[in-house]
């Protein structure tokens, strides 16, 4: 049988593909201290909780194709709040932020066409993009450098004919790196000044761990035809099983064009909209708590890192995702180990490896990607037991 010539081009999530190694070695009654996804430990607001019991319609009904009213109003309340004013028209209700980004690529690009993303990205762009027939121009970043990739020269060298776009995360995942209102700025004159589409993916938006309200792309003005920005309840209130995000723009061609994809998809799922509506009550104490936390588990992660002999990393200033390299040959290679035969009084340690996170073959190999969503106790083993499993490993 013949498959997709895109679906074979992509590849399986390195954030997810250990997961069977995982389970096995759990089975043999490790205990696993999981850096690998994005899953926060932070109790979802009850506010959801009591609007989805509370749900007392009698027919489960299908919800309009572009969102609730009660959401879309709670996302349009919610922007208003940082001082960017927008149309309910200019929102789209997905499935997840991931959903928000699949639509946008697939209203934008076509075969043969490139997007401009600062690597490494979250690695599911890959995919998303070489659905759409186009790939991904990378725009190399290192971690010598903290992964800055704000830099007028080094984009516009990445600009060509099949350029389409540019898209970032910021806060980045899964660098951690957090662009400047001036950064911001640039970026979107850039895309501007080229005629080019600008994706801004700020689900992480809330966290930021420098005292400064992070600076939307959508609180910029005069770049109404180039703005698409992504976004999502499933890591600000720790509602990742929920899967509702949106897609908003200003731009009213590209919404009418994305409609398309959501009349063909019918809706998202009406009880966790309902549910994602009464997430937005939440008060700005529900913010500054969870920022605080993750603050502090930030912390203890660099601590530990600092302490690991020739391990390289950037200190995260968003986001709750940190990248490391490692001084050993290969990170895929090293986590293998790492589940099926290390171990330090049955424990051992699970991350992500980061090649998966670029474009550009053979970048990555020894990187990894930890994310700060557990406890800070279990954080502080993670690292001990990362740096043990180091010096065993390099010793063999």
Known sequence: MKFSSKIEKCTLS????????????????????????????????????????????????????????????????????????????????????????????????DDGDEI??????????????????????????????GYHFADREKIEACINEHTRAIMFTNPGNPTGTVLTPEELKLMADIAKEHDLFIIGDEVYREFVYDNEPLMSLLQLEGYEENVIVIDSVSKRFSACGARIGCMISRNKDLMKNAMKWCQGRLCAPTIDQIGSAALYNVGPEYYDAVRKEYKARKDVMVEGLSKIPGLIYSDPKGAFYCMAKLPVDDAEKFL?????????????????????????????????????????????????????????????
């Not at 993303?117 to 993009?129: G, K, M, Q, V």
């Open 116 to 145: 401009i993303i600062p690597e490494p990205f979250y690695a599911n762009y890959n995919t998303f993009a070489k659905l759409t027939g186009a790939s991904i121009h990378p725009l190399p970043t290192t971690p010598e450098e």
């Open 14 to 109: 390195p954030i997810r593909k250990f997961g069977p190694l995982a389970s096995e070695a759990e089975k043999s009654g490790k205990k696993i201290y999981h850096l690998n996804i994005g899953q926060p430990d932070i109790e979802t607001p009850k506010e959801m909780m009591d609007a989805i019991k509370n749900f007392s319609d009698p027919i489960l009904a299908y919800a309009p194709s572009g969102g609730l009213p009660v959401l879309v109003n709670a996302v349009q309340k919610y922007y208003e709040g940082i001082d960017a004013s927008l149309d309910s028209s200019d929102i789209l209700i997905t499935n997840g932020g991931s959903e928000a980004i699949m639509m946008a690529l697939a209203c934008i690009l």
């Open 336 to 396: 293998t180990w790492l589940l099926s035969e290390y171990e330090d009084n049955g424990e051992t340690v699970m991350y992500a490896p980061a090649s998966g996170f670029y474009a550009t073959p053979g970048s990555g190999t020894s990187e990894i990607r930890m994310a700060y969503v557990i406890n800070k106790e279990d954080i502080a083993r993670a690292l001990e037991l990362l740096g043990d499993a180091i010096e065993k490993y390099n010793s063999k």
